[in-house]
């Protein structure tokens, strides 16, 4: 079975751009969560989708979005850059209801 | 507010030298502990989930209990390949894990 898939796997860029990072879950999958990963604060909970649905957010401002489509795949998107945005960006399936999530390899986010 | 914190930040063993890490939580509705493994630039991989005080799962070298406020992994007899970060979680809410900042573990031959 293959497991969570993200990409790009690496982006750079600018201050005040925007980037969309895109996640397939696990087969069968239909919970997608995303976390942002930083050396000093660890891994935080973004937000979590089911069904096309928002069910959960983190504590993070609005900038920070996201949505699922049909098939379960999943975007996040960040507007307006900032260099605090730099980090690894994981994506995590499970099924759902079910708290046991599989992470993909992260998409490592550097913002200049 | 729901918290997690793991101790110690940091290990270094012997190979063969056994040891634990500590998993401590405040949670109002636990949904599960969870213990995962990091690499360097890799997403992290799962390897436990307990659900109830004195639950205990095993997987090779690797021990995970549980009880009301914390949690355990004990290392027996590790090897330089189980050098990661070992990451503790909390499910709360759908699909939500909070997570401690993680032990970071070498173990040198």
């Known amino acids: 079975k293959a497991g969570v898939t993200q990409t790009p796997r690496y982006l750079i860029k600018t201050r005040g751009q925007q980037v969309t990072l895109s996640c397939s879950p696990i087969?069968?999958?239909?919970?997608v969560s995303w976390y942002q990963q930083t050396p000093g604060q660890g891994l935080q909970f973004l937000f979590e989708?089911?069904?096309?649905?928002?069910?959960n957010k983190g504590n993070f401002p609005g900038r920070f979005s996201g949505r699922q489509f049909s098939n379960s795949r999943s975007e996040m998107n960040v507007s307006t850059l900032e260099l605090g945005d730099s980090a690894l960006y994981l994506c995590?399936?499970?099924?759902?209801?079910?708290?046991?999530?599989?992470f993909g390899p992260g998409t490592r986010l550097t913002v200049l | 507010e729901d918290q997690v914190t793991q101790s110690p930040e940091a290990l270094r063993l012997q190979e063969g030298e056994s040891s634990s890490l500590n998993c401590s939580y405040t949670?109002?509705?636990?949904?599960?502990l969870f213990w995962y493994r990091q690499d360097p630039g890799k997403g992290p991989e799962f390897l436990f989930t307990l659900y109830s005080a004195g639950e205990e799962k095993e997987k090779e070298r690797l021990k995970a209990t549980l009880t009301k406020k914390e949690s355990f992994l004990h290392i027996t007899a590790p090897k330089p390949e189980d050098s990661a970060t070992y990451l503790c979680?909390?499910?709360?809410?759908?699909?939500?894990?909070?997570f401690g900042k993680g032990t970071m573990l070498l173990v040198s031959p």
């Open positions: 087969s069968g999958h239909r919970s």
């Open positions: 989708y089911f069904s096309e649905t928002q069910r």
């Open positions: 979680a909390v499910g709360t809410g759908y699909s939500t894990l909070t």
């Open positions: 995590a399936s499970s099924l759902p209801d079910s708290n046991e999530q599989f």
């Open positions: 949670v109002s509705g636990l949904r599960g």
